[in-house]
């Protein structure tokens, strides 16, 4: 199946600091989202991007179809920003309609 | 946003009891999901149902069951519960969409955190 990798794995910022979250992914999607896990376990879509790139507020993505990859800006980070962050890619399923197979995740902790 | 709701939110119970986990939903969507997530790891799918009438496997179904009750009711069922199955359960749901292709955005449950001793 298709492999999701998502770097780096754990990352601690200083509160107001810049970063960027990368996830490449083995094969061709037909989508990929952008999660956030909030420390409570809460699972939150960020972004629905299958090319090109979005903002909204402090954070912004940009994925590459071509070259397979996504990336996560988060910008003047906030200890709320902390939790785990996820990418999904979307591929066919057997029926219709699409899987979600997930990254294991990018552990941010926002420090003051 | 309380769309998707689960129930319980939290369970303890031990090996070899039956356990169900609830999914319910008011986006009036047609397509449900059960997944697991297991710490350190992404989520991995255990049962999609696309409508009513229409129940599939995912990646990890064994050792589950699921029951589509209604378009906005989905369950999971443990029918003997083992340690290992120890996890953070989400439901999902989408509703198909055309952009450049077919696509799904998946709209999370809270999750319910399952502890089995």
């Known amino acids: 199946g298709i492999q999701v990798e998502q770097s780096p794995p754990d990352l601690i910022l200083q509160e107001g600091a810049n970063s960027t979250l990368r996830c490449n992914f083995s094969d061709s999607v037909n989508n990929l989202q952008w999660f956030h896990q909030n420390p409570w376990g809460q699972l939150i879509n960020l972004f629905y991007?299958?090319?090109g790139t979005k903002q909204n507020g402090r954070l912004s993505a940009t994925t590459v179809a071509t070259e397979r990859y996504s990336l996560l800006y988060i910008s003047s980070s906030q200890t709320t920003d902390s939790g785990v962050y996820f990418c999904?890619?979307?591929?066919?399923?057997?029926?219709?309609?699409?899987?979600?197979?997930f990254g294991t995740g990018t552990q941010l902790k926002v420090e003051l | 946003d309380a769309d998707v709701t689960q129930t319980p939110r939290n369970r303890i119970t031990k090996t070899g009891k039956r356990i169900m986990l609830e999914c319910s939903q008011t986006?009036?969507?047609?397509?449900m999901y059960w997944y697991r997530q297991d710490p350190g790891l992404g989520l991995r799918l255990i049962y999609y149902?696309?409508?009513?009438?229409?129940?599939n496997k995912g990646e990890i179904s064994d050792g589950y069951s699921v029951s589509r009750q209604a378009q906005a009711k989905f369950s999971l069922s443990l029918e003997s519960a083992i340690p290992n199955q120890t996890a953070l359960y989400f439901c999902?749901?989408?509703?198909?969409?055309?952009?450049?292709?077919?696509?799904?955005?998946?709209?999370f449950g809270p999750g319910t955190r399952l502890t089995v001793l």
């Open positions: 999902a749901t989408s509703d198909l969409r055309w952009r450049e292709g077919p696509t799904d955005t998946q709209y």
């Open positions: 999904a890619v979307e591929r066919g399923l057997t029926g219709g309609g699409n899987k979600l197979t």
């Open positions: 986006k009036g969507h047609d397509r």
């Open positions: 991007i299958p090319s």
């Open positions: 149902s696309f409508d009513v009438k229409d129940i």
